[in-house]
């Protein structure tokens, strides 16, 4: 039986240098200096990301306004979306294949039992595909591998603040948002921020915007609380 095709993205993460693609696939405890981990090839990846298919969306829904515009991008680049998108392109493997034996690096499994780490990697991959072929061969790819996740937040889009607050409200609960670090210069901040329910965080997001993070953490949460019942 003939092997699935490739998909775009995948084929060039195979043609990474292999410095580019060890640093891509290494977790900070897994190295002496975290300048050398994949945080920052990450923060590279989320704004190639986003401006791949902010282009995409300009010429695929030319009739869509701003906001609608935004509120299927937020969507479609989400952590969420991030984590389908590595899980296709074999990020846990690559993870797996990458940990080295030093007694104090957490283990891969630790690091994709959690939420962030996975998507993470996905953006350091496409981060490092950037800096390595530049944005007109890498934002194709990055667009081809996302087709799902962008059709899927065109034709459904979800307000997860909003479908949490009801989640919560018939549990009789509530959340809040709290901003729990900033980073970047002051025109181009990124933030992470908390979605709390009574004393716990139940989800996490990031974004350029607050209202972006606060989208992000909110369908965090949600996965969280429907997989708790």
């Not at 283990?107 to 993470?120: F, Q, T, Y």
Request: with cysteine; proline share 5%; charged share 25%.
């Amino acid at each position: 039986m003939a092997e699935p095709p490739q998909s775009a993205l995948a084929a060039l993460v195979r043609e990474l240098p292999a410095d580019l693609r060890e640093r891509a696939l290494t977790h900070a405890t897994w190295t002496e200096e975290r300048i050398d981990s994949y945080e920052r090839l990450a923060y590279l990846g989320d704004s190639v990301l986003a401006l791949a298919v902010a282009s995409d969306l300009i010429d695929r829904f030319p009739a869509v306004d701003a906001g609608g515009l935004t509120k299927i991008h937020n969507q479609a680049v989400s952590g969420v979306s991030c984590t389908e998108v590595g899980r296709a392109l074999g990020v846990p493997e690559m993870l797996r294949e990458a940990q080295p034996e030093a007694e104090l690096a957490i283990p891969a499994e630790v690091l994709l039992s959690g939420a962030r780490a996975l998507p993470e990697v996905t953006e350091a991959l496409i981060g490092a595909c950037f800096l390595a072929f530049g944005f007109d061969r890498t934002a194709p790819a990055v667009v081809a591998d996302f087709e799902a996740q962008i059709e899927g937040a065109a034709e459904s889009p979800v307000d997860f603040k909003s479908a949490l607050q009801e989640l919560l409200a018939q549990r009789r609960a509530r959340v809040s948002y709290e901003v729990i670090a900033e980073s970047g210069p002051a025109h181009k901040r990124t933030f992470e921020v908390a979605a709390v329910v009574g004393s716990d965080r139940v989800g996490t997001g990031r974004g350029r915007s607050k209202k972006v993070a606060e989208q992000e953490a909110a369908e965090e949460a949600l996965g969280e609380l429907r997989a708790g019942n």
